[in-house]
């Protein structure tokens, strides 16, 4: 009877060992389950489909880079570190500092929300373990962008009047939206637009070319958006419209339509007076 306890015991000590190894395989495989369907994890990261800013690319005469590094001075010098393997952006960036000609070292430039022409003071270009390191100094020419006509109200051949901050909406629409109804219905608004563009820049408003920009990089959606945006910080900024930008949203994209929002105010040459927010939302055309 002894023995018999005995096997008893120990084969309850197996079954219990065997179902405590069972629960724990169990819980192994519902753990591993869990992670593998956790929203977080690398395999489920979801797509970007809008931004609101552009990250750390930057504009160098009308290329685009990532930027490792940007500060800027007390002075105004800006200080760029770029790191980059590809030999078309190496090449490029070594010819933006002409010694010979340094009329072609002015450049455009825009970084988050800043946009100016820009002088380049050097180059410098640091190889350390197989990574090319390009060390690019800046420095800002000023340009005033005040327009003198930026506080009237201009009367046009039909009989109506538009304000400046109408008429500040109606350019970041055609610049933002591509809205050619603008450009072909209401030719009105150009000759009046003509008339206190002049001293910004002296140049028409056109819609910025977003159409190529995707067709270009419609297999990186986060990269042409961050980019598009960048584009439009330089071209809001250079024109004149707007003195500061407080958003500028790009996306989603939808059906060849991207969404775009933007608010900013323009400068007023009052200091007493308060400036008024220009708003703009629609969407945009990508198609060519």
Sequence with gaps: MENTKGKTAT??????????????????????????STPNSPSTKATVQSVTTSGNW?????NY????????????????????NDLEEQANLKDLKHDQFPHYSQISYAYQEE?????????????????????IALSPIKQSQENLFQDITVGSNNG??????????????ILLLNDDSLLSNQE?????????????????IEPINFAELWKKR???????L??????????????????????????????????VEFRGTRRSRYKNKETKVIEVKGNCSLRD
Excluded at 115 to 132: C, F, P, Q, R, Y
């Design 65 to 84: 880079y990532l930027a490792k590094s940007l500060e800027t001075q007390s002075d105004g010098t800006i200080s760029v570190q770029i790191t980059t």
């Design 160 to 173: 109506k009047y538009y304000s400046a901050d109408e008429i500040a909406e109606m350019r970041v629409k």
């Design 115 to 135: 946009a100016s022409i820009t002088e380049v003071k050097d180059v410098i270009l640091t190889s350390t373990g197989g990574k090319n390191l390009f060390c």
């Design 218 to 224: 419609k297999r990186q959606k986060e990269k042409f």
């Design 226 to 259: 961050r980019i598009a945006r960048l584009t439009a910080v330089y071209e809001l900024k250079m024109s004149g419209i707007v003195e500061h930008i407080l958003e500028l949203k790009l996306g989603p994209i939808k059906n060849h339509l991207m969404t």
């Design 188 to 204: 009105d608004y150009l000759r009046v637009d003509s008339l206190i563009n002049c001293s910004a820049g002296g140049k028409l």
């Design 11 to 36: 084969t309850e000590r197996k079954k219990s060992s065997t179902t405590a190894n069972k629960s724990r395989k169990s819980n192994s495989a519902s753990t591993a389950a869990k992670k593998s």
């Design 58 to 62: 930057i504009l160098l005469n009308n």
